[in-house]
Nanobody
């Protein structure tokens, strides 16, 4: 079992920044991949960014150049730095880990971007 706890969501104006954190209950080096997903009201959940065991990152086209995923292995935490936020970034953001035991999700954190 892996528990994931997201934090850092909130409300911000367009053009602003937020940093989300995802704290894992066990070493993130035990996980094949960790990623951030988001789900806007009425939409399907979509992948935003991911980082694999080797540290290779990948981003959705819609956030490339604005969002950065990173990790701190000593804190078992993955971050999502979000810059130049747009109203279309408004969603609940979820952290996900892929492990040998299967996928695990956090409870989500709301990000609201106003114009």
């Amino acid at each position: 079992q892996v528990q994931l706890v997201e934090s850092g969501g909130g409300s911000v104006q367009a053009g602003g920044s937020l940093t989300l954190s995802c704290a894992a209950s066990r070493s993130i080096l035990d996980m094949y991949t960790m990623g951030w997903y988001r789900q806007a009201t009425g939409d399907q959940r979509e992948r935003v960014a991911s980082i694999n065991l080797g540290g290779i990152t990948d981003y959705a086209d819609s956030v490339t150049g604005r969002f950065t995923i990173s990790r701190d292995e000593s804190k078992n935490t993955v971050y999502l730095q979000m810059n130049n936020l747009k109203t279309t970034d408004t969603a609940v953001y979820y952290c996900k880990s892929e492990t040998r035991f299967g996928p695990f999700w956090g409870q989500g954190t709301q990000v609201t971007v106003s114009s």
